[in-house]
C-alpha cells in the first residue's frame, strides 16, 4: 500500500522558516517526480515545487521561487520542502505528491498518489 505521509507544518511569523518533510512507503519511487501543492480555504489547489527523484532537477511555481526549496533524501525515502522568508499568503494545507511521469510536472492530474496534507500557518 502507497503512503506518504507529510509532517513538520505548524504556525509560524512572517519572515520565519519550516521545513516540510515527507515519508514514502509501499513502493520504489525512484523513476517518480515528486511534488509539494498547496490549498488555501476556498482556493483551488496549487502547485508549489516538484523534483525526479533520481536526477533531482526541480521545477517551482514563480510565487515561491528564492524562498522554497525541495529536496529528496534516497536512503530515508523522504522528501524535503524547506520553506523561508514565509508571507502571511503562505498559509495553507500543504500536500506531498507522487507522479510516475518522466519529468517534474506543475500539472495535478499527474500526480498518482498524495498524502493527506499539513497545515501551515503564517502569522503576520
Known amino acids: 500500500q502507497v503512503q506518504l505521509v507529510e509532517s513538520g507544518g505548524g504556525l509560524v511569523q512572517a519572515g520565519g522558516s519550516l521545513r516540510l518533510s515527507c515519508a514514502t512507503s509501499?513502493?520504489?519511487?525512484?523513476?517518480?517526480?515528486m511534488g509539494w501543492f498547496r490549498q488555501a480555504p476556498g482556493k483551488e489547489r496549487e502547485f508549489v515545487a516538484a523534483?525526479?527523484?533520481?536526477?533531482?532537477?526541480?521545477l517551482y511555481a514563480d510565487s515561491v521561487k528564492g524562498r522554497f526549496t525541495i529536496s529528496r533524501d534516497n536512503a530515508k525515502n523522504t522528501l524535503y520542502l524547506q520553506m523561508n522568508s514565509l508571507k502571511p499568503e503562505d498559509t495553507a494545507v500543504y500536500y506531498c505528491?507522487?507522479?510516475?511521469?518522466?519529468?517534474?510536472?506543475?500539472?495535478?492530474?499527474?500526480?498518482?498518489?498524495w498524502g493527506q496534507g499539513t497545515q501551515v500557518t503564517v502569522s503576520s
Open positions: 509501499g513502493r520504489t519511487f525512484s523513476n517518480y517526480a
Open positions: 505528491a507522487a507522479s510516475r511521469g518522466k519529468t517534474v510536472t506543475f500539472h495535478r492530474i499527474e500526480y498518482d498518489y
Open positions: 523534483i525526479k527523484w533520481i536526477g533531482g532537477s526541480t
